[in-house]
């Protein structure tokens, strides 16, 4: 099948170098406009361009994809299936009318839970231990197609959403293509989604990463690996913000007894209490400054009795 490819982030790069690899022709791909990135904040293009103009691939950078121009040029292109993996924007009917066999999206969740933006981090968050990858036709309502095809992913007890997402991709992509292969043979034909067990995954903004210390071990330990990479996790301490990563949750029977943001320092770690047991920190930022070890920025900080995460 003749194929226009919708993705933007590196996430998406798997996909397209799947069915670049496959038997179907990708004529075009689709992809945000070049944003500005990295400390010099020099504007250059996504990974989908970089990858589709390395190997000759026209791109398309619409605006907003109900631009006239680009609809003009889709409907020249005239593509069979135009396959979506974290493009990023909102597709029009118009857009969506110009495909015979529709735009199909890779979704990181089973769906119908986690419809939305960032399925991989409230899966995290919400504590599940399995989430997987769905494909399905794309339809004007949220993440609301008929399915073609799913897989199960195990979530790991120290699983980030950004190592989640990365397996995620990789598999995804595998199921992508046997998607498409399977549109193209004429033997998938794709199913409702029940209306039963629908769940939304919205964006998570800085506010939400907040850690909150009062909180159990397990809800901050959660909330640090779905925030991690982005937004990032933090606090503050002695009134700045600090970005933290992952933590471990520390369950031994000869663990301090710590109150709720209390800090406990000693040669090899770092530990905060919370309204359960303590955690361990593991790398922190301090604002302005690069990551590090939190063992290392404790020796600068030196923490005392009265310093609390949080204040």
Request: hydrophobic share 40%; with cysteine; charged share 25%.
């Amino acid at each position: 099948m003749k194929l226009v490819f919708a993705g933007t982030p590196e996430v998406a790069v798997p996909s397209l170098r799947a069915l670049i690899d496959s038997e179907h022709e990708v004529a075009a791909v689709v992809t945000r406009p070049d944003a500005r990135s990295g400390r010099g904040r020099k504007v250059s293009p996504g990974p989908i361009a970089e990858l589709a103009e390395s190997e000759g691939i026209e791109v398309l950078k619409p605006a907003k994809a109900g631009d006239p121009e680009f609809l003009e040029r889709l409907s020249e292109i005239a593509p069979d299936c135009c396959p979506v993996v974290a493009y990023g924007a909102l597709l029009p009917q118009a857009a969506l009318d110009v495909p015979e066999h529709g735009w199909v999206n890779l979704h990181f969740s089973l769906l119908p839970a986690w419809r939305g933006a960032a399925p991989v981090q409230h899966a995290i968050l919400h504590g599940d231990d399995v989430t997987g990858a769905s494909t399905f036709r794309i339809v004007k309502e949220l993440d609301a197609g008929p399915v073609f095809g799913t897989l199960a992913e195990t979530i790991r007890p120290t699983d980030t959403s950004g190592e989640l997402l990365t397996r995620l991709a990789v598999s995804g992509a595998g199921l992508l293509t046997r998607t498409i292969d399977g549109i193209a043979a004429g033997v998938l034909t794709p199913v409702p989604q029940p209306e039963a067990d629908v769940s939304y995954a919205g964006k998570l903004t800085p506010q939400d990463a907040e850690l909150d210390f009062t909180a159990p071990a397990r809800r901050v330990d959660r909330l640090a690996r779905a925030c991690t990479p982005a937004p990032g996790a933090w606090t503050t301490f002695r009134g700045t913000r600090l970005k933290v990563g992952p933590v471990r949750p520390i369950t031994d029977a000869d663990r301090p007894e710590l109150e709720p943001g209390r800090l406990h320092v000693d040669k090899k770690r770092v530990l905060a209490g919370t309204s359960t047991h303590p955690v361990e920190l593991g790398q922190v930022q301090p604002q302005g400054k690069k990551a590090m070890a939190a063992v290392d920025w404790a020796r600068g900080v030196r923490p005392t009795e009265d310093d609390r995460r949080g204040d």
